[in-house]
């Protein structure tokens, strides 16, 4: 395979932006290598600019829910993009999608657009530390928010420590802020709400875990997660930046019939343009300026061909059968995947949930964070970079969630398992 124009393109990116790009795990860094540049997409692929195919299942981490260069968003993007490309003044696309997030998510009675996940969460973390008049937020080992201060924490040393920052420049005052837990504990979080209960602000997790490979809730967890959150008067806040419109068409919160007080939402609901959403009870939402005190703003935010885009994308996953055809493909492909994995000798097994999944090198079902990390990385790496050269794109960490479109056809899912068959003979012969 030649990728020489993509490692022309790497070289002098390296030396202009830090590492290359302009977000850290397109670098290739935990897989090795180096990345190839995209010079178009479209369906299920990704076509880079040495002329090589990818079937993609990253969907641009998310958001390519309906495939690339849907025909239908493309057409909404360019026609509102005829009209002006943002106007400073309100426009009316932002009230049809807030009028298509609250009557999709019932939870969110109002929701306020911004431009990333980040800020969604940010903003979240604020109304919830803003309204409860607490400080102290909980977050998940092994959940991502976005790079916001008060998530870029991980657990102390022994349980029920408070946090430390993972990354310099996240100040020690305010990681002390953000307890950390083990995801699908309960027994912890019982504990830790014990003994802080009344400090907590809100409790803040990807209900689906996305980015820890992929790791569906216990059964109950999510409900007794808002029965503690509820009983100590801490706000819960799903943060459906990937669960979104992708595992249900009501997110995780319909597919596990659990209510958050605040929800964020990310990409998925920009159809590929920069997007981000924050919502929940009314009486939360009235406390944002300038209805309330809490500030948050963006220049650009409710931007009308983002919202445009987003809600021809939301037109079209909410047509009849489109989230059983989805998960029917996500089981087909991760099937085909054991199925080869089996066949190889190669332990392995795999999660699903509606349109993502986890690929784990591990023969035991993984559900815990302690258990993806525990998964063999290195025989991740060789078969990320042997599916790669086969024309396969997964994503380039063993901590990243796997995104199936509705583009994808079982002509891609076959060539797929077909790819998958030789990399673990591969990796099977050592
Ligand atoms: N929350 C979750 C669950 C995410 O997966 C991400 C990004 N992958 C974010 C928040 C941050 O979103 P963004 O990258 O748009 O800032």
């Known amino acids: 395979m030649d990728t020489s124009r993509s490692h022309d393109l790497f070289t002098r990116a390296q030396a202009l932006m830090p590492g290359g790009v302009n977000s850290p795990v397109r670098a290739f860094k ?18 880079d600019v040495d002329g090589n195919r990818y079937i993609d299942y990253v969907g641009s981490w998310g958001p390519m829910i309906v495939g690339h260069n849907h025909p239908q968003v493309l057409d909404a993007v360019i026609a509102t993009a ?39 969460t940010l903003s979240a973390i604020r109304l919830a530390r803003g309204a409860t008049g607490r400080a102290r937020i909980v977050k998940f080992e092994g959940c991502y928010h976005g790079h916001g201060d008060s998530f870029l924490v991980k657990a102390g040393s022994g349980a029920l420590t408070f946090g430390v920052p993972t990354s310099p420049g996240v100040p020690k005052a305010l990681a002390d802020l953000t307890l950390t837990l083990p995801y699908n504990d309960i027994e912890a979080a019982e504990k830790l709400f014990d003994e802080h209960g009344d400090d907590i602000a809100a409790l803040i997790i990807e209900p ?37 419109f992708r595992v249900a068409l009501g997110g995780a919160q319909a597919r596990y019939g659990v209510a958050p007080d ?8 920009g159809g590929g343009m920069p ?108 078969f990320f970079h042997a599916m790669l050269e086969r024309g ?27 790819a998958a068959r030789e990399a673990f003979a591969e990796i099977a012969a050592g």
Request: net charge negative; charged share 15%; proline share 5%.
């Open 30 to 47: 935990s897989v090795g290598g180096e990345p190839f540049f995209t010079q178009r997409a479209d369906g299920a692929y990704l076509f």
């Open 82 to 120: 005829r009209d002006g490309l943002s106007f400073g003044t309100p426009n009316p696309l932002e009230v049809t999608m807030a009028e298509t997030i609250t009557r999709l998510i019932p939870s969110c009675e109002m929701v306020r657009m911004v431009n990333s996940g980040t800020e969604a």
């Open 208 to 244: 689906v875990v996305g980015n820890a490979n992929c790791l569906p809730p216990r059964a109950g967890f999510l409900q007794q997660l808002r029965e503690l959150c509820t009983q100590h008067g801490a706000l819960l806040i799903f943060d459906e930046v990937m669960t979104g």
């Open 262 to 269: 605040l929800s964020t939402f990310g990409k998925v609901i």
């Open 275 to 382: 997007v981000g959403a924050y919502g929940g009870r009314r009486e939360l939402m009235q406390q944002i300026a300038p209805a309330g005190p809490i500030y948050q703003a963006g220049t650009l935010s409710g931007n009308p061909v983002a919202m445009a885009a987003g809600l021809a994308m939301l037109d079209l996953v909410q047509a009849p059968g489109f989230y059983d055809a989805l998960e029917a493909k996500t089981n087909a492909l991760c099937d085909g995947l054991e199925a080869a994995a089996r066949d190889a000798g190669v332990a392995f097994s795999t999660q699903r949930v509606g349109g993502m999944f986890g690929l784990f090198f591990s023969a035991e079902k993984v559900d815990t964070y302690a258990q993806a990390v525990a998964c063999d990385s290195a025989r991740f790496n060789r």
């Open 392 to 418: 396969v794109f997964l994503a380039p960490s063993a901590f990243e969630a796997g995104f199936m479109s509705s583009a994808h056809a079982q002509a891609e899912i076959d060539a797929t398992v077909a």
